[in-house]
Structures are given as C-alpha cells and as structure tokens.
C-alpha cells in the first residue's frame, strides 16, 4: 500500500514538474516572439516616420470675420498614427536605462499587446498618456527597474521626440482602475505599466515632461 502511494506521489511530482516546465518554456517563447515582433514593426515604423524638423512661424493672416463661424461644430483632435501590416502606431518609446525602444500602437487589446505595448488611455498633447505592455523581458518587464530621474522618451509619428523624467515607481492593485487612470492626475504626464509577474498588480512608472521638455 505504502509503495503504491509513494508511486502515485512519484507520478503526481513528475507531472507537476513537467507542466511547470511547459509553462516556462511557453513564456519564453512568447517573450521572444513578442520582442522579435516589436523589433520587426519599429524597424518599419522608423522607416515611415519622418525627421522632425520644428515649423517656421505662420505670418499673421488678414482677420477675416465669419458669421457663422461660431455655430460651427467643433471636434476633437485625432491622435495621428502610422499604420504597419495594419496596425495602428502612435510612435515609439525608448527607456535607455533599461534598453527598451518599443513602438507603441494607437489602440489597446489583449491580441495587441502581444506584439508591442499600446496606449491605454490619454494623449501627448494633454499630458495624460499612459501606456501598457505585457511583462516579457523584450517588453515592458524591467521598468521596476527605473529610478528618479531616469529618462523616458516618446517619438511621435511626426519624428519628434518628448522628453520625461521618471518621479515614481510604484505597485497598484490590478483592481485600482481609477488610481491608475486619475491617481495623482496633476503630478505626471507619462505613464508606463505591466503586470507584476503573479498578475495581481500592475508596476507603474510615473514621468513628467523634462525641463526644455520637446529636444
């Protein structure tokens, strides 16, 4: 009885071992898949974004009066993208700290970020983006690594490049969807996050605009 027990404990152990090493060696490989597919679309995106280059000052135009112009309805600016293999981008983002330079698409899914991180929510133009990744050491894994004052910067699709610097590293609950989205909303302009490798919290690297901000 003895000898049959420990030989199912045996067969239990083994089996627990094998799917344990299943489950790293499929991590592994969609790590490296995820940073081969990131290291294809930045190549592709570079290649279409152009060297940015700041516009000369529009001379001062007659005023004309509109009658209507008032009641015309306004709208919301688009954030500009770059399409790649018929993805949306928004541009790149490079931490040197860490060796990460990453482009980023326009819109979030669970299919997308396998490839590249993508924007969450918010814009460059008002100070509120926030960007996701998954954890995959090619991604978005080694940003609790960052430090006050690391830099941070996005390229946009227009080639030019904004600056930050990091204030903050902390861990949320992956429940905290408004600290996350509105914590501390007037204290930074750039957000990066993952999932800690359990996935019950999310690593947040917070950044502000440098001081001369747009090189």
């Not at 009066?65 to 009641?71: A, G, N, P, R, T």
């Not at 960052?146 to 941070?152: A, K, R, S, W, Y």
Request: include cysteine.
């Amino acid at each position: 009885m003895r000898k049959a027990v420990r030989i199912c404990c045996f067969a239990l152990g083994t089996a627990l071992l094998l799917a344990a090493l299943f489950l790293v060696l499929y991590n592994t490989a969609e790590d490296r898949k995820g940073g081969q597919q990131a290291e294809t679309v930045l190549r592709a995106l570079k290649r279409e974004i152009p060297e940015y280059s700041a516009a000369e000052p529009a001379l001062p135009a007659q005023e004309v009066y509109d009658l209507f112009s008032e009641y015309e309805e306004q709208t919301v600016p688009q954030t500009d993208t770059v399409e790649v293999d018929g993805r949306r981008y928004i541009g790149y983002v490079s931490v040197p700290t860490v060796g990460i330079e990453l482009p980023v698409q326009a819109e979030w899914s669970y299919q997308n970020l396998k490839s590249s991180p993508c924007r969450y929510v918010g814009n460059l133009s008002e100070n509120d983006l926030i960007l996701c990744a998954h954890n995959y050491t090619t991604h978005f894994g080694r940003i609790g690594r960052l430090h006050t004052d690391d830099p941070i910067i996005f390229t946009d699709v227009h080639g030019q490049a904004h600056s930050f610097s990091v204030i903050n590293i902390e861990q949320l609950p992956g429940t905290a969807v408004e600290d996350m989205q509105f914590g501390n909303a007037d204290d930074w302009d750039l957000t990066l996050f993952t999932c800690t490798l359990g996935g019950q919290s999310r690593v947040t690297v917070r950044a502000v605009r440098a001081e001369e901000g747009v090189q």
